[in-house]
């Protein structure tokens, strides 16, 4: 029964690529100035008048791990959950659902926290610092 779930999920996701790669370029094919990153990192709020700053490569690059790591756990809490409703009052399918919700939802917290105090950090002591929109 796993591998029929396993194959479906497989499919969906191949799916999903050919999708993303055959119809993106057709709607992205008149962006003009999109690709000037120099306009696009001002318009984010950083300074590209001297160069790239370390500090800001080094928020960019936490940033990105912390946000990927939230999706995994979020993904994490949706598998949990599907497990639970699959476990057919199978007390141990659904202890082990439990048991990875709890730990999902732990590690979701756990990298929100770690997010506002990078956060946090960063714009204490990065003085050209993304802007957060309000």
Do not use: C, H, R
Not at 2 to 20: D, P, R
Not at 35 to 41: I, K, P, R, T, V
Not at 120 to 132: H, K, Q, R
Request: aromatic content about 14%; charged content about 10%; hydrophobic content about 55%.
């Amino acid at each position: 029964m796993f591998t029929f779930f396993k194959n479906k999920i497989l499919f969906l996701l191949f799916v999903f690529l050919i999708s993303f790669f055959t119809f993106g370029p057709v709607s992205a094919k008149n962006l003009g100035n999109a690709f000037d990153l120099n306009n696009s990192a001002n318009k984010m709020g950083f300074n590209t008048s001297g160069g790239a700053q370390i500090e800001d490569v080094v928020g960019v690059v936490i940033s990105s791990i912390l946000g990927f790591l939230g999706v995994i756990f979020g993904i994490l809490i949706i598998y949990g959950g599907f497990l639970w409703m699959m476990a057919g009052g199978n007390d141990q399918e659904v202890d082990k659902a439990k048991k990875i919700i709890k730990n999902a939802a732990i590690g979701l917290v756990v990298v929100l926290l770690s997010y506002g105090l990078s956060w946090l950090v960063l714009s204490i002591f990065v003085s050209a610092g993304p802007n957060v929109p309000n």
